[in-house]
Nanobody, 116 residues
Framework: QVTLVESGGGLVQAGGSLNLSCAASGDLSLFSIATMGWYRQGAGQQRELVARISNGGNTMYADSVKGRFTISRDNAKSMMFLQMTSLKPEDTGVYYC????????WGQGTQVTVSS
């Protein structure tokens, strides 16, 4: 079992930046072998993939965030990060950390609000 806790959300003006963190605890042997991802869910919308990073560091991004967001991980610290720049109001939502190993483990989410 692994527990994921996100932090770093908040309120920011359009064009600003935020850095999200995801800390894993519990069975940390899963962290280094699992693919990790950031997802977000806007009000009344479905949860969508924002970015994903493999255990080897390969990354992929949703088209809407390419060039603005950067995903990274620190396996030694069992942490994952999302650097968000040039934020837009449409980036607003609850951001979730996820770990994929047999099943998808979710964090509780952190709210990101971008004002225009």
């Amino acid at each position: 079992q692994v527990t994921l806790v996100e932090s770093g959300g908040g309120l920011v003006q359009a064009g600003g930046s935020l850095n999200l963190s995801c800390a894993a605890s519990g069975d940390l042997s899963l962290f280094s072998i699992a693919t990790m991802g950031w997802y977000r869910q806007g009000a009344g919308q479905q949860r969508e993939l924002v970015a994903r990073i493999s255990n080897g560091g390969n990354t992929m991004y949703a088209d809407s965030v390419k060039g603005r967001f950067t995903i990274s991980r620190d396996n030694a610290k069992s942490m994952m990060f999302l650097q968000m720049t040039s934020l837009k109001p449409e980036d607003t939502g609850v951001y979730y950390c996820a770990l994929d190993h047999q099943i998808r483990h979710w964090g509780q989410g952190t709210q990101v609000t971008v004002s225009s």
